[in-house]
């Protein structure tokens, strides 16, 4: 995909979280978004899904113009799958419903195509034998997985996952991990918001450095990580990879 960010800004009261966030990647398929805590990597990555608005700047993805109004935002949302932290099931519904669902209601998808989708998803992920568990029911690796299966159901054409695996043990993060980078391998276009680092660098080719609102520094992963250009991401990368 090629993706231009220009000039993205973003004022919450009188706080500036995105201070003209300028990024442009010419080829990326995995861009992996660090930065420290507070930096607007949420923000920016909600921008780009279409669920929240900019107060100035512009979205590129593939030379398409992201407009920021509401009729264009419920068709631009539809072609994005969008996996967070946690709490991205609906619990009052089984593994296999939480698909179904936006398939029949957004997407259009008769029952019998929907579940069917839900299936060969669940089956291919090794989630058929807890299709009619409700999440509560579920690991938080599982819980993960099927959020991550509801958001390739839709056939997106960019996924944005931020930091999926933060609300898990280990174990359960491996799991999850798995499943981004075989999905990473069939050639699809992702943005991880990550503080997994060793992981960024296995499956990102470009990173971006997020603080303070702005894109610090951009470029591919081996440069931003041995070489870092600014004093401010020679610093945040001293401390993340310092463990
Ligand atoms: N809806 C909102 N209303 C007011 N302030 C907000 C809102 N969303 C985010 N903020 C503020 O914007 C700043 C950036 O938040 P954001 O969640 O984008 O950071 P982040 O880089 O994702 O941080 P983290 O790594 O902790 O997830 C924070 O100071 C946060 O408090
Ligand atoms: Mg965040």
Known sequence: ???????????FDD???LDAATLTLEKVHTLALIGPSGGGKSTLLRII????????????????????EENYLLKHRRTIGTVFQAFNLFPHLTALQNITLPLEKV??????????TARQLLERF??????????????GGQRQRVAIARAISIKPRLLLF???TSALDPEMTAEVLDMIKELREEGRDFILVTHEMGFARQIADQ?????EGRIVEAGPVAQVFDHPNFPQSRDFLAKVLKY
């Open 162 to 164: 931020d930091e999926p």
């Open 126 to 139: 090794r989630l058929a034998s807890h299709a009619h568990k409700r999440p509560a029911e579920l690991s």
């Open 15 to 17: 706080h500036l979280v």
């Open 49 to 68: 899904a279409g669920l929240e608005y900019l107060d100035t700047g512009a979205v590129e993805i593939n030379d398409e113009r992201v407009v920021y």
């Open 107 to 116: 997407h259009g998808c008769s029952p019998a195509e929907a579940r069917e």
């Open 1 to 11: 995909m090629k993706l231009r960010l220009e000039e993205i800004s973003k004022r």
């Open 207 to 211: 990173v971006a450095l997020l603080a």
